[in-house]
């Protein structure tokens, strides 16, 4: 998303169209331990721009 918006100059909507078409979806069960977790303090840090994506993804899924 980030280098589809940022660096290529693309919508938002065309930038997440292409990453929903190039992220595969599995079935299996995901279990917590799977998972990697960051501190958002970490991500705000290192990469500021990523972790504000990310809440532009997640509050266009709450509304």
Known sequence: ??????????????????TQNSCAYTNHTLLPE?????PVS???YL??????????INSRFMD
């Open 1 to 18: 998303m980030r280098v589809f918006v940022d660096v290529e100059g693309l919508s938002w909507e065309k930038a997440w169209e292409l």
């Open 34 to 38: 799977a998972l990697e977790r960051w």
């Open 42 to 44: 970490m991500l705000e």
């Open 47 to 56: 990469l500021p721009r990523h972790l504000q994506i990310i809440y532009d």
